[in-house]
């Protein structure tokens, strides 16, 4: 069992001027013992997290980390006190396969935030998976994933983002997770789909073969793209 609790006020803020406001966050998440709680033929519920918090405003990892996302309800989340900010709350519940958890596991989760004026700041699905290691074991596994998607009310935009990580010969991801990302602006007018993108090597999505060689993509399409420079 993995829980925490912060309590605050800005005014004990170093520079800030005022009277400040109360700010809170708990969560707390559980992980059961194999072999869970079986729902479907090999497969079972293997944890739960739940969490709350007031006056602050969350932010979601950009970089994808699969130890802090799962050693937590909110995951390696940053939270930053925001006035603007009524409540926020995030369920997550871990699976796994059964009677081997190595084989497939990972987590699902719903988020949402309320802003002080009574309407919803975003509504957010996410979830985890890796494959080849148990579920406290992310270093060993030949495969992980992440998916999250979001959707904005006040900017009126809708994203999906995608991270998949190999390491298992023949293939393997050296420059780190192949990313697909799509969004759609609604105020703005823009779309884009890309999978992996030219700005640098960094950003390409790179596969090694056999150890040996490295084979880079990119694809992209939509109204607000970047616009590739030569030949890759």
């Not at 937590?72 to 006190?81: I, L």
């Not at 900010?85 to 871990?94: D, L, Q, T």
């Not at 949402?112 to 290691?133: E, T, V, Y």
């Not at 992310?138 to 009126?156: E, H, M, R, S, V």
């Amino acid at each position: 069992l993995q829980a925490g609790a912060i309590f605050g006020n800005t005014k004990y803020i170093p520079g800030n001027s005022g009277n400040g406001f109360k700010y809170w966050k708990v969560e707390a998440q559980v992980n059961l013992p194999p072999p869970g709680i079986i729902f479907l033929t090999g497969v079972a519920f293997r944890g739960f997290g739940a969490g709350v918090y007031s006056r602050m405003h969350v932010t979601t990892p950009t970089v994808f980390n699969p130890t802090a996302a799962n050693s937590s309800t909110f995951g390696g989340a940053v939270f930053t006190p925001d006035l603007s900010v009524k409540m926020g709350f995030k369920v997550k519940a871990i699976i796994a396969t059964t009677p081997k958890e190595e084989t497939f596991n990972g987590s699902i989760g719903l988020a949402a935030q309320f802003n002080s004026n009574g309407g919803m700041d975003f509504i957010q699905i996410d979830g985890l998976f890796k494959c080849g290691a148990k579920i406290l074991e992310n270093n060993k596994a030949f495969a992980n994933g992440a998916l999250t998607i979001q959707y904005d009310f006040p900017l009126k935009k809708f994203s999906t983002n995608l991270d998949i990580s190999f390491n298992k010969d023949p293939i393997s991801t050296p420059n780190g997770p192949i990313n697909a990302h799509f969004y759609i602006d609604g105020m703005k007018n823009e779309w884009a789909f890309t999978c992996g993108t030219p700005a640098s090597a960094s950003t390409l999505n790179t596969i090694r073969l056999f150890n040996t060689f490295n084979v880079s993509e990119y694809l992209m399409f939509g109204n607000k793209i970047i616009a590739p420079t030569g030949f890759m």
